[in-house]
Every structure is written in structure tokens, then in C-alpha cells.
């Protein structure tokens, strides 16, 4: 498939950079054709995501509408490759060939299909220049000249980041301020980009599918941290909350099509905002109430907008492994690669009837364990102990194939391939109880500006806000608890011993029992 590009964004913002460069390719070498039209007016930073998307063209999570009117882009000298290596949307040849499919296969990659006014294409420029693994995107006459430029950049970022925002020193702090000052002409087109409404990246096929635009997701994320940073050691709060909302929305962005991977990325990104808010933002005394009721907005459009982070990812593998399999089956693969999945068994020795069956069934397990609340289901993994059965099994069938060619009677590729899906769910969990604990401590801090007191109860505070209601405790199905310890405000999951310790007990991530604690500045 010929690389798509995309206009030089710089020029089309007017912005000046490490990348505003005079005319330096032919037509023939970047593919674009001479610029037409005026450079669209720059929206303010603050409209982000939450003011941008009307009624009519918003999507619902689930759903990726097409044929969205787009902003005409102007095409300026340099061109830029806007997709993924071997990216390819079409649907697979497999698809609808077996009664046992886990779900309507052909059904969820045609709704993930890339919309007309796609951000994806957008994006590419700019998290090119965060991540050495981006280079392909980047003009041939740049890729050369710009890589030290860019390890120094994501350097940087990776040294600053691992410091809590909160305990940077006066040196950092001016570094901090360099960097951002660096990656203007990214931060813009990272505006240009969210301008769009809808987001799909598209893969290459197979698990081997390179993904390298989610780690640079990540890198662009600490940057947007630090830029929340540094407004607010600047005391300019509203220009921390546009960095707060886009980076959500990249979040959200790499969910739609993506593979578990993704959407473990996605949930890292999160905790960056959680850990900036949590720590940082909220502990501030010169918050207002409309400051707090638009960064609660914020949470709360992150969490009705993003897609089943769980249902995705797994769909997306089940694809992706699918992809694979067909491959084996029809000897396409590379032969290291057939080595590896088969564990040197001949592929004439493989039951491929068998491998599509247990394929199917592990799937269908997953995603029906996934339907369920996870506090119902927090100890049991259905794959899991399906694999085992399959593993106890798989020793003798293994041996009789390499020492007498007997064939399998063991799905030896779906074996070797199947994801450890409870990664995912366990993740997913952590994820969704930082986002409400977060969205608590919201209220909670909107409501000791109100008051100058501490709410007396959860409820008083949340039903001061849109929420109404207490956002819910996925270990335990109940609404997040509440404690004042010495006089300070915690909220509380039960975490995953499902035991209430009354705030007291911090489960350290699950690995010791306690709760799973939230308080402002900690």
C-alpha cells in the first residue's frame, strides 16, 4: 500500500520551530502539491476537546461516524507519511468463515473503519518528533539530519518526567521551561489534530504489527504533564487545564482500533493526568469553582466518550491472531517466524481446523468474562485455566509429533499466542478506580473552596457538581468510601483483597493488602 501524506502542518499553523524549514523537496520527492488556501484561524488552546464537538457530530463510544466534514488542508512544500507500516483496514479474508466467531468480526472492524475526517493523519507529524521509531514519517530529506535532535528530546522529557512535578527543583524548572518552549510547533499540531473529531490508527496485520505510535503517545503525554507543570508553577492555571484535556484526548485516540497494547498505553497516559491532578493541580489555593467544575467535565467526557478499553483491545487481538493464524495456514509467514509459533513442529503436523476452534472458544471465554462486573470476577480467569488444561495435555502430543510425526491434537499456535488477558482486566480496574477517585477528589476540593471546610460526608460534596451521585468502586460494585483521617479528606477503593480497611491500609498497587487510597497532594 503506497504511504498517504499529509501537508507540512507547520505551514499551516505559521509557526516556528525545530521543523519550519524552507522549501527543501521536489514534488516528486514529498508529494504535495503547491499551497491554495489561508492557514485556518488558531482556536483558542482552552477550546481543547470540550467545546469542539457538537451534538450532531459526536460519536458515542462504540461508534465511529464517517463522512464528517473536514477543514480543506492547505498543501505546502513538505509532505509527511501519515500511517503505520503495512497499515491496512481492509477486512481480512478469514472473517465470516466460521459459525464460532467470538463476535461479528466483519461488524466491528467495518465500524472501525477510518473516518473521512480522520485525527490519525494529523497526529503522525508531530509524535515523529518525540520517538527515533517515528522517523519513517518524517520527509526523506529530514530523517537523517533530525534523529540526535530527536533522542535528545525524548531524553529530556523521559529525565524530567521521572521526578513527581511536585518535587522539581529550581534547575529542572528552567529545563522543563526549554523544552516546552522547543516543541511549540508539536504542541500546535497536536491542537490541529484534536480539531477533528474522530480518530482511528490503522495497523498492519498480524501480532508482529509495529505499533510505534503509541509509545510516542506516551512520550508526548509526559510533555503535555510538564507543560501542566509549568503553568502552574507560572500561576496560570488555565493554560495547566488545556494540557490536562489534550492529553485525555490522545488517550482516547489510540483506543479505537487498537490491540491490548494500546490500550495499556492508554491507561499509562491516564495516570499521568490522575498523578499532575492528584498531586499538583488540586492542591493549589487559588482554585476557583469553575476551574474544578471544568476539570470534573474533563474526567467525566474522558469516561463517556473513550471505548471499552477491555472489549477493544481483545476484539483487536482476536484480529490480529487471526491474521497470524491464517498466515500459518496458508504459508505465508516468514519461515523464522513458523519456527517460533510452531515450536519446530512441521506445519503439515499442525490441526488448523482445531487451532480456529480453540482460538474462538478462548476468545469467546474472554470477552464473556470481560461482560461481567469485575468485582464478580475478580479472582476467576476462564483463559487462564483453559491454556493449562491445553498445556497438561499439549506434552505428550508435542513429543509424539517431533519424535514419531504424529499430528496434533493440541492447538500448539493459539497456544503460543494467546495474550495473558487478565493483564488487561486487572489494568483496566486500576484504571477506572484512579479515574473516579479522581473525579472525588474534584468534588471534594471544589467543595472545601465553597465551604473553607472539609465535605462531612462524599455525597455532600458530589451532589454539589454534575456528578449527583458517588462514582463507583470497581472492586466492590458499591460507591467509593470516604474517611477524614487527622483532619484530611481520603477517598477509597476496597481494592482487590475486596476488604474495607478504612482508609488506613495503602494496598501499595496490589501488592500488599489495604485499600487503594486517593488524597489531594499525595
Not at 299 to 317: K, T, V
Not at 353 to 378: G, K, T
Not at 402 to 412: M, Q, Y
Amino acid at each position: 500500500m503506497r504511504p498517504r501524506l499529509v501537508p507540512n502542518l507547520l505551514t499551516v499553523l505559521g509557526l516556528t520551530g525545530i521543523y519550519v524549514l524552507a522549501s527543501g523537496c521536489t514534488s516528486s520527492e514529498s508529494g504535495s502539491v503547491p499551497t491554495s488556501q489561508q492557514a485556518p484561524e488558531e482556536e483558542p488552546a482552552s477550546a481543547g476537546i470540550t467545546n469542539s464537538t457538537s451534538d450532531s457530530n459526536r460519536s458515542t463510544p462504540g461508534e465511529i461516524k464517517t463522512g464528517v466534514t473536514a477543514r480543506q488542508p492547505v498543501t505546502p512544500p513538505l509532505s509527511y507519511i501519515t500511517e503505520l507500516p503495512s497499515a491496512d483496514a481492509s477486512i481480512p479474508d478469514w472473517v465470516g468463515k466460521r459459525k464460532d466467531e467470538p463476535f461479528e468480526v466483519h461488524e466491528f472492524l467495518q465500524s472501525r473503519m477510518p473516518p473521512e475526517d480522520n485525527a490519525a493523519p494529523l497526529y503522525f507529524p508531530a509524535l515523529a518528533q518525540f520517538s527515533t521509531e517515528m522517523s519513517f514519517v518524517l520527509p526523506q530529506a529530514l530523517r537523517e539530519s533530525k534523529q540526535d535532535e530527536i533522542s535528545q528530546i525524548h531524553r529530556q522529557i523521559d529525565s524530567l518526567s521521572a521526578t513527581p512535578p511536585a518535587k522539581l527543583a529550581g534547575q529542572d524548572r528552567d529545563a522543563v521551561a526549554q523544552i516546552i518552549e522547543q516543541t511549540t510547533t508539536a504542541m500546535g499540531m497536536i491542537a490541529e489534530a484534536q480539531r477533528r473529531k474522530q480518530c482511528v490508527f490503522v495497523t498492519g496485520r498480524g501480532l508482529d504489527a509495529v505499533l510505534p505510535h503509541a509509545q510516542a503517545a506516551r512520550t508526548l503525554a509526559r510533555l503535555f504533564v510538564l507543560q501542566a507543570y509549568h503553568s502552574c508553577t507560572n500561576n496560570q492555571i488555565d493554560l495547566a487545564e488545556p494540557a490536562i484535556t489534550r492529553t485525555l484526548r490522545m488517550s482516547r485516540d489510540i483506543g479505537p482500533r487498537g490491540p491490548m497494547i494500546c490500550q495499556l498505553v492508554m491507561f499509562a497516559i491516564d495516570a499521568y493526568v490522575f498523578d499532575v491532578l492528584q498531586q499538583l493541580l488540586l492542591a493549589r489555593d487559588d482554585l476557583t469553582p469553575q476551574q474544578l467544575d471544568r476539570l470534573l467535565a474533563a474526567l467525566i467526557q474522558h469516561e463517556r466518550e473513550r471505548f471499552d478499553p477491555c472489549s477493544e483491545g481483545i476484539r483487536m487481538d482476536y484480529v490480529l491472531q487471526g491474521d497470524m493464524l491464517s498466515m500459518l495456514q496458508q504459508g505465508t509467514l516468514s519461515a523464522s517466524a513458523t519456527q517460533r509459533y510452531l515450536n519446530g513442529i512441521p506445519t503439515e503436523l499442525v490441526n488448523y481446523d482445531l487451532e480456529w476452534s480453540e482460538l474462538n472458544r478462548l476468545y469467546s471465554l474472554a470477552l464473556a468474562h470481560f461482560q461481567r462486573p469485575y468485582h464478580e470476577v475478580i479472582n476467576d480467569d476462564p483463559v487462564k485455566a483453559a491454556l493449562d488444561e491445553l498445556r497438561a495435555k499439549s506434552k505428550k502430543s508435542l513429543a509424539e509429533a517431533k519424535t514419531r510425526g504424529k499430528p496434533l491434537d493440541v492447538p500448539i499456535a493459539t497456544m503460543f499466542l494467546m495474550p495473558k488477558v487478565s493483564i488487561l482486566r486487572k489494568a483496566a480496574a486500576r484504571n477506572e478506580a484512579r479515574l473516579h477517585g479522581a473525579q472525588a477528589l474534584i468534588t471534594i476540593r471544589r467543595y472545601q473552596v465553597v465551604h473553607r471546610r472539609n465535605p462531612p460526608t462524599l455525597d455532600a460534596a458530589v451532589r454539589e457538581t454534575e456528578m449527583r451521585t458517588i462514582p463507583t468502586d470497581p472492586y466492590s460494585g458499591q460507591p467509593l468510601r470516604y474517611a477524614l483521617i487527622d483532619d484530611r479528606p481520603t477517598v477509597y477503593s476496597v481494592g482487590s483483597d475486596q476488604r474495607d480497611d478504612g482508609g488506613r491500609l495503602d494496598w501499595k498497587y496490589g501488592f500488599q493488602p489495604g485499600d487503594f487510597l486517593f488524597r489531594i497532594g499525595h
